[in-house]
């Protein structure tokens, strides 16, 4: 087990991605703190958590993700995801506590909505020296289907997976000690491709389409060099 003996602190951790990351780390060995967000709100300083460990890492998961919902909302996008994460880095920085910061492929693309761009703002409060930067994105197995979004834009090119197959590649990242910034995902594809492994029936919108329905720039190609 790779991360014997280590804590870590997770925010987000009963998001869709904090689930997946919290069974991993416990199966590597790690004892994983995963407080709800009424235990803890990241905007807060000081934090007013009870931990009962110190953690050597602290995986800032916590984010508002509505990046439709960030264009209008931009005050609570910009409080969580910028101040929240300022706030987080500072814990960890009192800690002594290495940072793992879960930020976006959409920071790669320009030019940016909202939601990337309080992403990229994010990602200044993290030590490329010491912390970690993971830019990557993801979607649930049911984010498609007959009682989901029974549509997809086309073509979109990315290296988005399954929530299960990226969160094993940040723990990956994690067990390997890495710092700086990893791009994380799989093969390039469009997300076509992706939606068909669990829908086939997937209907296509052409990405023509896609800024007048979203109200933002629609990115076309989020594709990055992987580093896994």
């Not at 991993?24 to 990241?42: F, I, R, Y």
């Not at 920071?107 to 020296?129: D, L």
Request: glycine share 8%; hydrophobic share 35%.
């Amino acid at each position: 087990m790779r991360l014997e003996g280590k804590n870590i602190l997770i925010s987000g951790g009963n998001g869709r991605l904090g689930k997946e990351l919290v069974s991993l780390l416990k199966q590597e060995g790690a004892s994983v703190m995963s407080p709800a967000h009424q235990e803890w709100d990241c905007t807060l300083r000081p934090c007013g958590l009870a931990m009962p460990s110190q953690p050597d890492i602290i995986i800032h998961a916590a984010a508002y993700t509505d990046v439709k919902g960030a264009e209008v909302d931009k005050n609570d996008c910009q409080y969580l995801n910028v101040e929240g994460t300022r706030r987080v880095s500072k814990l960890a920085y009192d800690l002594k506590a290495k940072l793992v910061y879960i930020s976006s492929d959409y920071v790669n693309v320009h030019p940016m909505g909202f939601y990337a761009f309080t992403k990229k703002a994010g990602e200044s409060f993290v030590s490329k020296r010491k912390g970690l930067i993971i830019r990557t994105s993801f979607k649930p197995r049911d984010h498609w289907g007959e009682d989901a979004l029974q549509g997809v834009f086309h073509p979109v090119y990315t290296n988005c997976d399954w929530v299960d197959v990226i969160a094993k590649k940040i723990v990956d990242a994690i067990c390997q000690e890495r710092t700086g910034i990893a791009n994380i995902g799989t093969e390039r594809k469009t997300l076509r491709d992706l939606a068909r492994e669990e829908y086939p029936d997937v209907k296509t919108i052409p990405v023509e389409e896609a800024d007048g329905m979203v109200g933002y720039i629609y990115p076309r190609d989020t594709c990055a060099e992987l580093t896994i």
